[in-house]
């Protein structure tokens, strides 16, 4: 369900893709925040914090990497799935920062 676009717009995303992308921020996230050095859990926690993740988007595991595997293989939809990811990641670092300063 991809919407169409001329060569001269932006692809606007559909519902799914943002779904997918705001899926995979937060797991970039979350893999970050195990990376640096937050609580190490054992791979099985690990994993079922990846599953939550995913089914507060409505999603398995398997219907996640299919989706981001079909979006991230065509070059105008992944450069938008990135794209989207990005601003999320952003929002959520952002609220992070405010949330540490407010007394």
Not at 53 to 69: A, C, I, K, N
Request: net charge negative.
């Amino acid at each position: 369900m991809l919407s169409a676009c001329s060569e001269t717009e932006d692809p606007v995303a559909t519902i799914d893709e943002g779904r997918v992308a705001d899926a995979y921020a937060d797991l970039t996230m979350l893999s970050e925040s195990v990376r640096l050095g937050m609580p190490r859990d054992t791979t099985r926690t690990y994993q079922a914090q990846v599953d939550s993740v995913l089914e507060s988007y409505g999603m398995t595991r398997e219907e996640f990497e299919e989706d981001f595997h079909r979006l991230a293989d065509d070059p105008t939809r992944s450069r938008l799935l990135f794209e989207l990811a990005s601003k999320r990641i952003h929002a959520i670092l952002s609220r992070r920062d405010s949330s540490a300063t407010v007394p």
